[in-house]
């Protein structure tokens, strides 16, 4: 049975981000930020499209899930924030963007239990790889009508990594400021 399968419309990734991303999973330095044990497998970088939108996926048998199955089988994961990311990225002009994200589980294997403990580790290796990603780039120019003596100078970029990390970045407009809140907090029992 030979079928043509449509793709459902999607925002690609920089290609510069792209390759940067597969340079820093070949070295896998990345890691370091991890603090594995000694002899602990490191976590698996894959390179492939996530299927995103509006709708929780609740089962494998679910009509979202048959959906993605025949328009996105290429999906290396589903997620609810990233379609929304790179569409405003993908609408600006200049701007790079890549979604980098931390998969906890599969549909069919998900409980409550489970996401207390793979949740946290999956952000933590996502928040660890792009951390190592960001590190590897080269800031751009300001676009800027501000003087260069007014110009913020070094890297630009901003991470939360750790149990209880919070990271929140907000500006728009041509004139906007942003406000940077971060927030880390420990627990101890």
Known sequence: DLRY????KTFNTSHALSQQAHHAAEEGAWTER???APGQAPPRVFHRPLAAGSKVVTGLDSPTAALIGQHCGDAQGVDMESFGAMAAACTG???????VRGVSDLIGDKT????????????????AFALALIERLEPGPAASDEPESQRHRGPKYVGAIGEGANATVAAMGDRAEGRITIHHSRHRD
């Open 5 to 8: 399968l449509s793709r459902i």
């Open 34 to 36: 991890l603090g594995l």
């Open 93 to 99: 002009g200049g701007v790079e963007a890549m979604v």
């Open 112 to 127: 409550k239990d489970a996401d207390r403990t793979r949740q946290p580790l999956a952000a933590r290796n996502a928040a």
